[in-house]
């Protein structure tokens, strides 16, 4: 399967078997291994795993600062090996990047900062008009228009992570990475600033990196997932197909931390009295794991089938335009009856577990 490893022409981005190992006093250590991904342009990705997965590597990667031990990145068409330094230096005014915590002058107003990667790279010190007239514009996009003046210091932390996120796109270019930029926001200002690089990214047909630990961030925006797990990819896919149906126990981990759905499996454990069912009841778990699930079921079922549903848990949330997630519930009738409940939940494409019965 060789020629599916290589740069695919739809690709801004590929990896191909890419290995970077560094020596450390232990010896050496491959912070990826392996890697092999296809980044298409105009997507917005999300890189998803613990502290020390090797996200920031693979983004340090991408943009040429960091040189793998084997394997071929190619960006933008271009194998960034092959390239001299001043090559690598133009090539890299096409990508912006923003980490947690924005460098911003503090001699310069923040209008001044967004102005200078909105100018030509050649009167980069003086912006002409149209790049002080498009600075301005996003400024006001991310609601900073009346601090323009202001100096980093005298602006919050999420204020200056907007002004990075229109920092990084006044420069117009075609590939962003972010590195945790919402690590170091409140949920509602990681929320704002999330929704901007959707908005901007969307506008301007860049291709998105994210790197995070968290996945309510990927959730938010992301159309695509990939799953670090001490240097390896363990998982990607669409978003909704990675968070809906996890493959592996690093994703699972990471949507119970969202999900209240795993709950019960505590509870059971526990024997707790909340699951202790009577004659006839079963404990049934109900899993949103397709796209295509859309109908009202609990109350279907019950009116069709003519069994009762008594929801304990119930976590459904939506991921692009789909329900993921599901409930648990106490399910009561005849036997039969909740036995053919199941299989037509399972024809409409629910995964259904009896967790417990009595
Ligand atoms: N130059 C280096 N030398 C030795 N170890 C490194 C170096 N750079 C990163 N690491 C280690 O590699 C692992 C992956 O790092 P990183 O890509 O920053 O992970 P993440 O961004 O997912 O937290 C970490 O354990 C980190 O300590
Ligand atoms: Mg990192």
Do not use: W
């Not at 291994?33 to 090797?54: P, R, S």
């Amino acid at each position: 399967m060789a020629e599916e490893h290589d740069a695919v022409e739809n690709d801004a981005i590929t990896l191909s078997n890419v290995t970077k190992t560094v020596l450390t006093a232990d010896g050496p250590k491959s912070l990826l291994k392996d890697v092999t991904l296809h980044f298409e342009q105009g997507g917005i990705y999300g890189v998803i795993g613990l502290g020390g997965a090797g996200k920031s590597t693979l983004l340090k990667l991408i943009d040429g600062r960091l040189t793998p031990t084997s394997g071929t990145v190619t960006v933008l068409g271009e194998n960034l090996a092959k390239l001299d330094k001043p090559a690598l230096a133009r090539f890299r005014t096409q990508i912006s990047r923003a980490g947690v915590f924005p460098a911003f002058d503090e001699e310069r107003t923040v209008l001044e900062s967004v102005a200078i990667a909105a100018g030509e790279a050649e009167d980069a010190d003086r912006p002409d008009e149209a790049a002080r007239a498009k600075a301005l514009r996003l400024l006001r996009e991310v609601s900073l228009r009346s601090q323009k003046d202001a100096h980093p210091s005298q602006l919050s932390g999420g204020e200056l992570q907007r002004a990075a996120v229109a920092r990084a796109f006044a420069s117009s270019p075609k590939i962003l990475l972010f590195d945790e930029v919402t690590a170091a926001q409140d949920h509602i200002e990681g929320r704002e600033i999330l929704r901007l690089i959707q908005q901007f990214a969307r506008e301007s047909g860049a291709t998105v990196v994210l790197a995070t630990h968290e996945i309510a961030t990927v959730k938010e925006i992301c159309d695509h997932i990939i799953v670090l797990d001490r240097g390896l990819v363990v998982e990607e896919g669409s978003t909704f197909s990675v968070l809906a149906d996890p493959q592996t126990d690093q994703t699972r981990v990471f949507m119970e931390a969202v999900s209240s759905l795993g709950k019960v499996d505590a509870l059971l454990a526990g024997h707790d009295p909340v699951v202790d069912l009577r004659p006839g009841q079963k404990l049934i778990r109900l899993r949103y794991v397709h796209e295509d699930v859309s109908e009202p079921l609990v109350s279907l079922i019950t009116r069709k089938f003519g069994i009762d549903v008594n929801i304990m848990l119930a976590d459904v949330q939506i991921v692009g335009k789909y329900p993921i997630g599901g409930i648990v519930g106490v399910f009561e009738g005849p036997e039969r009856n909740i036995r053919d409940a199941v299989a037509f939940l399972r024809s409409k494409k629910v995964r259904v577990e009896v967790l417990a019965e009595n």
